[in-house]
């Protein structure tokens, strides 16, 4: 850095691998701040880096978008996984993911990639189709919905056990089968009288359908809808 010298970025490359090394100058000996395959404008910042060392982004996978993401937000992003769920057909610039880690509730990320870098654009429990359009989101991603607009207009169409209604939900994917990713189970918590209740969904015909819910679910329950024995119940 040229408005500060006890900053810089250094790179190391071993292969194709490459690596970028953020030092800061500390009592007389350069201390490593941060390190990854690249090196974004906002984890800069958040580390204090001097501006003039930003330029133009360092290429950035979707994982150390998220990493980066966290470390500006303040949370620890160890822990967790990525699956990317969705790439838009219209630009695949866009994709959704989910990032899990175990204990927790599920959450979705919308990233984007500008030039050649992936940037995280929001992360949330859920998003509607009117938050992701907001957001610039092509069309292809807002439908088919999500499982929590599934679960939502499922609610809403009549079919939920009586008293259960559509407002206050947060939902998590719970479990998803690895023989036969088209089965989840999904964990819903309302602010209200419904409290926690799981939802088995199957992917089909091009969206998410609602095939049986409850406060458990039995084996028993689980193997007369066809969801693979993988899916602990």
């Given at each position: 850095s040229e408005k500060d010298?006890?900053?810089?970025?250094?790179?190391?490359?071993?292969g194709s691998t490459i690596l970028y090394f953020l030092f800061h100058l500390e009592s007389g000996n350069w201390v490593i701040k941060d390190e990854g395959s690249a090196l974004t404008r906002a984890e800069l910042n958040f580390k204090g880096a001097p501006s003039d060392l930003y330029g133009e982004p360092l290429p950035a996978t979707q994982w150390q978008a998220f990493v980066s993401y966290a470390k500006s937000k303040g949370?620890?992003?160890?822990?967790?996984?990525?699956l990317i769920t969705r790439v838009s057909t219209l630009d695949p610039s866009w994709e959704l993911a989910v990032a899990r880690k175990s204990g927790q509730l599920d959450q979705t990320v919308v990233f984007h990639k500008?030039?050649?870098?992936?940037?995280?654009?929001?992360?949330?429990?859920?998003?509607t189709s009117d938050q992701l359009e907001s957001l610039g989101v092509p069309s292809d991603l807002l439908?088919?919905?999500?499982?929590?607009?599934?679960?939502t207009?499922?609610?809403?169409?009549?079919?939920?056990?009586?008293?259960?209604?559509?407002?206050?939900?947060?939902f998590g994917v719970a479990e998803v089968s690895?023989?036969?990713?088209?089965?989840?189970?999904?964990?819903?918590?309302?602010?209200?009288?419904?409290?926690?209740?799981?939802?088995?969904?199957?992917?089909?015909?091009?969206?998410?359908a609602v095939k049986d819910t409850g406060g458990e679910l039995t084996r028993q329950d689980l193997n007369a809808l066809g969801m693979p024995g993988d899916i602990p119940y």
């Open positions: 010298p006890s900053w810089k970025v250094d790179s190391a490359t071993r949370f620890d992003s160890t822990g967790f996984s990525l500008v030039n050649t870098s992936w940037t995280v654009v929001a992360i949330a429990q859920s998003f439908y088919p919905p999500t499982e929590s607009q599934a679960i207009s499922w609610i809403q169409s009549g079919s939920a056990p009586p008293g259960v209604t559509a407002d206050s939900w947060t690895r023989s036969d990713p088209s089965w989840e189970i999904v964990k819903g918590v309302q602010q209200g009288p419904a409290g926690t209740m799981y939802f088995v969904l199957h992917w089909e015909n091009d969206a998410w």
